[in-house]
């Protein structure tokens, strides 16, 4: 049984992890527009520098939950058969072991350089302007995907998306595009189609089961039952 999970911003909320939307429509005070377009990091580069760097050190006190666990232990089950596309730039599904994953906004703990294209590994703050570590030119921004830009390893998502028979969105508000199709995409290739939201979410054709609630509940108890029927 194929399986695609998308994940949002609210499969990490449980871990301290503020989502985009929910609040005061502010992300940690800003307006995304202020710090998530590349004009923004033309404009201003050292708030957005700032701002990424403070996102990047807080994602690192904090730990994933059992939510991203169920996720990982899913993957053991699954092996394969499991991908999960997310939408989050934390570690947390990885920290939790997952190992099939695709981060199609990116990562904080990389940098991009915009001279050679580079994505090497990154922990410390770009603020201070370091130097690349392939090609030496210090022109490293954020390795994560800004509005207007377009998104990582599409095909393969896409490809996932068609050919499951099972697609789960858990914890986002389906605002954004390309994920926000993907429910459409899957429904209109025979998949069953699942969410797992604090509050259920508004897509294009609604999905075959809708269940509100914390992921951090939901989650593990979807698992249960996905690895209760396959053994069955
Ligand atoms: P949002 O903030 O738009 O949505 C978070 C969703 O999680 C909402 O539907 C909440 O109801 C739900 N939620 C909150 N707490 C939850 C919990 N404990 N358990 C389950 N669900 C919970 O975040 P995303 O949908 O991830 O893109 O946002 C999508 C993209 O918009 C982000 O990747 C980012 C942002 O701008 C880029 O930066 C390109």
Redesign the pocket.
Known sequence: MRIVVLT????S??SGVP????ADGLWEGHR?EDV?TPEAFERDPATVQAFYDARRRAVASVAPHVAHRALARLEGALGDELLVVT??VDDLHERAGSRNLVHM?GELRRALCTACGARPRWDADLAPRPPCPVCGERMLRPD????GEMPYELDRIEQAVVACDVFVS???????YP?AGYVALAAAFGARTVE????P?DPMIPFDDARAG???ELVPVWVDEVIAARSS
Do not use: C
């Open positions: 949002g911003a609210g499969i909320a449980e989502t985009f939307r929910d995304i998530a939408q989050n906004h994560v995907v800004w509005f858990i914890g986002t508000s389906g605002a954004v994920a797992l939201n604090l509050v979410s914390r992921a951090g």
